[in-house]
């Protein structure tokens, strides 16, 4: 890739503060010093290495004199992470009981999909996620008068192809809190249009969606993550970040996916703010995010999606788009 690591990142940020997050990136490339040890080294062994019966044997061996047993914590239930899964009809997600978001949403969109109209979202309404335990689920009443939108990852308009695909779109565990104004409503709109678009010249295109918590650095110069938690009492974290990371298949199979990767600050952008500035590489996000996207897909078979296409955004005024759509009636 032409650009650094940090070059891009700081180009993603769009806000105050965002070209920490760039500097944040660059420091990971830093090697970790090591420690030294007076640990002897073994004079080199000329026999083979244990068999798996042997190694098993060993650590049942071990396991009868240890004096204690950590696992059996387990007797009284597993404490986590707990990643829950949401297989639905438009998409898929895991959602983090720690921030009340999810980590990621994937979705898939083709041709036919985005060409059928059997969904309406005006019978949709924002819910609460009942598959999650209630103590860790985003309550409807934590945005009310929150300053936040309820931020679709996969957007409503990529799930017309049923009434129940749209519908699966306004759960909770599909939204995250984001800037209304300078953002959800306008330039990350205008980027999930600029995802739709991609179909045009990818006859199918995948794309994972998520919330990032960027450190920054403070006055004393040490690096810190600060994000504001909405609800009362407080309950949802607002992301400093979010991330978008896309295949476009050729439909052949094991043929080419043109893979690209991008993370906007969550904060007012202006419309004139080219898309490429936000491209990272896909291995940035995967280092924030502690999650990995491509390890199943071989080097000789990605494209850089920016080489491929043009990665722009067409600007449609929010208000020019919300006159072809009813005002929502949301449940709380």
Same mark, same amino acid.
């Given at each position: 890739? !032409? ?7 700081? /180009?993603?940020?769009?806000? %105050?503060? $965002? =070209?920490?997050? &760039? @500097? ?15 640990? !002897? ?7 083979? /290495?244990?068999?798996?019966? %042997?190694? $098993? =044997?060993?650590? &049942? @061996?071990?396991?009868a ?58 019978h ?10 209630e103590k ?35 759960a ?10 300078g ?12 995802c ?21 650095p ?17 309950n949802?974290?607002?992301?400093t970040h ?15 996916v ?16 080219p898309?490429?500035d ?22 000789a ?32």
């Open positions: 890739m !032409s650009k650094s690591t940090l070059a891009i990142i700081a /180009a993603a940020s769009a806000a %105050a503060g $965002a =070209a920490a997050s &760039a @500097a944040f990136f660059n420091t990971q490339k830093k090697t970790t010093p090591s420690i030294a040890t007076q640990t !002897s080294t073994p004079a080199p062994s000329r026999t083979s /290495a244990p068999t798996p019966i %042997a190694a $098993a =044997a060993q650590v &049942a @061996a071990l396991k004199i240890a004096p204690v047993d950590p696992s059996g914590v387990f007797q009284y239930g597993f404490p986590g992470p707990v990643a829950d899964l949401r297989p639905a009809a438009s998409l898929t997600s895991s959602f983090d009981r720690r921030t009340r978001n999810p980590s990621w949403v994937a979705e898939h969109i083709t041709p036919t999909s985005l060409s059928m109209n059997n969904g309406d979202r005006k949709s309404y924002f819910t609460e996620d009942q598959s999650i335990p860790f689920r985003g309550k409807l009443k934590d945005y009310f008068r929150s300053g936040y939108d309820r931020g679709h990852q996969v957007p409503a308009a990529d799930a017309k192809w049923s009434q129940e695909a749209m519908d699966d779109t306004f909770l565990s599909n939204m995250c809190p984001q800037v209304g104004d953002f959800n409503r306008d330039y990350w709109a205008h980027f999930e249009d600029f739709r678009r991609l179909t045009t010249h990818y006859p199918s295109v995948r794309i994972v969606t998520g919330p990032l918590y960027l450190p920054k403070d006055r004393d110069g040490k690096w810190r993550v600060s994000y504001e938690v909405i609800g009362d009492p407080p949802i974290a607002v992301p979010f991330y978008k990371v896309i295949f476009g298949e050729d439909g052949k199979t094991g043929g080419n043109a893979l690209g990767a991008f993370v906007l600050p969550n904060a007012p952008i202006a419309n004139d703010k898309l490429q936000f491209e990272v590489p896909v291995e940035a996000v995967e280092r924030a995010s502690g999650l990995e996207f491509a390890s199943r897909l071989p080097n078979r990605r494209k850089r999606l920016c080489q491929e296409v043009s990665c722009s955004v067409m600007v449609r005024e929010y208000k020019e788009r919300q006159k072809s759509l009813p005002a929502l009636s949301p449940k709380r």
